[in-house]
């Protein structure tokens, strides 16, 4: 039986085809679920809509069952629609008429809004967590190979001196410029829907802002219409945000899997975190890297799956959101994933010193050679025309010392700086007052 359900059975085919993988997605969502319902229930007291006496059975059970979420002892029954149906009945069953006033007030269109909205301030949290962990690893190297030399390209032809402290520095900065992107993600989960009924609000003298308050949001997304309209509009928001750092993450995983080629070999790893060929037994493939980039290449497809399922929408609830999550909820735990190996196999990573003392790479130090010449006075465009005949004629002599100096170059990483940039964005997310708001609303 479903909680909208009158007198008339739905037809098996039918429902079978419209809860889809609903329940699979929905576990996902139990604790916000429950969450959502503690603030509501306080705040339906607080109107008179509930008595003190029910809300505190209403309360107690809430808190039992989002215990038994957290240790794995919830499911969704097959007869249940979705995990709110789920959670009101063993509140009823539990606790009996209390069970059957929660629901006064809201729709299941605010319950689902305020259940995404918890759940993805949680997922960016474990993102923002795991890019933390890369970005101090990237750093550490870094700082580390400073001054080791590699070849730097354009157009993947040897370009300019380049540096592994240059190269890992530059992911970690891209990784703050990500988080910004995911900040803004943060800004827009973080305001509260619930309260906005089935999008058009309630008769009811509901209080939005005390479970604004409760759940730790920001604030609130005032305009009812509005919070029914941000449904598919987060989700796009926030694919763009993973797929800022999805693209970092691809981009460095294909840099690395050209440097261990052989023909590069700057670079390596434990013979125990390559895989090998069937027939050819001296393969070292990095497959890791490989993955992490295919990954993270369909992350970066996310945001236009969610555009195109949403596209043209009218205003108002449709069930095709009901399909955002099975394209978004399972890229957090795949982005989460990538974000998390690569930190474990740059902890193993091996660099290679000395890369170009080979002659091959004397051109490299061409621009070294005509600066040289400038400071000792000659006009830049005479000393450049100068090295490129000496490099048609085969008499060009490279100067292989590097003297970078300015800000965020080979000499001058300006990592403390980066890490500063990095911290501030951190600060800016206030985490800890939505942890301590959610330890507030549980705590027996």
């Known amino acids: 039986m479903k909680i909208w359900q009158k007198n008339i059975d739905v037809d098996s085919f039918v429902e079978s085809f419209t809860v889809g993988r609903d329940r699979e997605m929905d576990m996902h969502l139990a604790a916000a679920d429950v969450l959502g319902s503690l603030a509501h229930t306080q705040m ?36 249940v629609e979705d995990v709110h149906s789920q959670v009101e ?85 891209s ?11 943060w800004t827009i989960c973080n305001k509260n829907p619930l309260g906005s009924a089935a999008g058009y609000g309630s008769s009811f003298p509901l209080n939005r802002t005390m479970t604004t308050q409760l759940l730790g949001f920001d604030d609130l997304n005032y305009n009812v219409v509005y919070a029914q309209m941000g449904r598919g509009k987060t989700e796009r928001i926030l694919a763009q945000a993973m797929s800022s750092i999805a693209a970092t993450l691809a981009k460095f995983a294909m840099d690395v899997t050209l440097f261990i080629n052989q023909n590069f ?31 993270c290449n369909k992350i970066q497809a996310l945001p ?26 399972p890229a957090f735990d795949s982005l989460n994933d990538c974000l998390a190996i690569s930190k474990y196999m740059l902890e193993n990573i091996s660099i290679k010193d000395h890369i170009l003392d080979d002659p091959k790479y004397d051109y490299l130090f061409s621009v070294e050679v005509v600066n040289n010449e ?28 590097v003297n970078h100096t300015h800000e ?22 206030n985490f800890d007052k939505v942890d301590q708001a959610i330890e507030r609303l549980v705590k027996s």
């Open 374 to 401: 400038v400071l000792k006075g000659v006009p830049f465009r005479e000393a450049y025309k100068q090295i490129g005949l000496d490099i048609e004629e085969g008499t060009f002599k490279p100067a292989k010392e």
């Open 265 to 295: 070999g700057f670079i390596s790893f434990p013979a125990h975190l390559t895989t090998g060929s069937s027939i050819m037994p001296h393969k070292k493939n990095p497959d890791v890297f490989e993955l992490i980039r295919s990954r």
């Open 304 to 329: 236009n799956e969610i555009a195109l399922m949403t596209t043209n929408l009218p205003v108002g609830y449709h069930r095709d959101l009901q399909l955002l999550k099975e394209n978004l909820f």
């Open 408 to 429: 965020g170059s080979i000499g001058n990483l300006n990592n403390k700086e980066i890490a500063q940039l990095f911290e501030a964005v951190k600060s800016s997310f």
């Open 175 to 185: 990784l703050v410029d990500d988080l910004h992107l995911l900040k803004a993600a």
């Open 89 to 173: 009945m063993m509140l009823t069953q539990r606790i009996g008429e209390a069970g059957k006033k929660i629901h006064s007030g809201r729709s299941r269109n605010d319950q689902v809004l305020v259940d995404l909205k918890l759940y993805f301030r949680a997922e960016i949290a474990r993102l923002f967590e795991q890019t933390e962990q890369l970005f101090h690893q990237l750093q550490k190297l870094s700082n580390t190979y400073q001054q080791v030399l590699m070849p730097g390209y354009t157009h993947l032809q040897i370009a300019m001196p380049s540096s592994f402290g240059l190269w890992f520095g530059a992911y970690a900065e």
């Open 44 to 79: 339906l007291a607080s109107i008179g809509l509930m008595t003190a006496s029910d809300l505190s059975l209403v309360q107690q059970e809430l808190k039992n069952i989002y215990q038994e979420i957290l240790a794995g002892k919830f499911e969704i029954e097959d007869s």
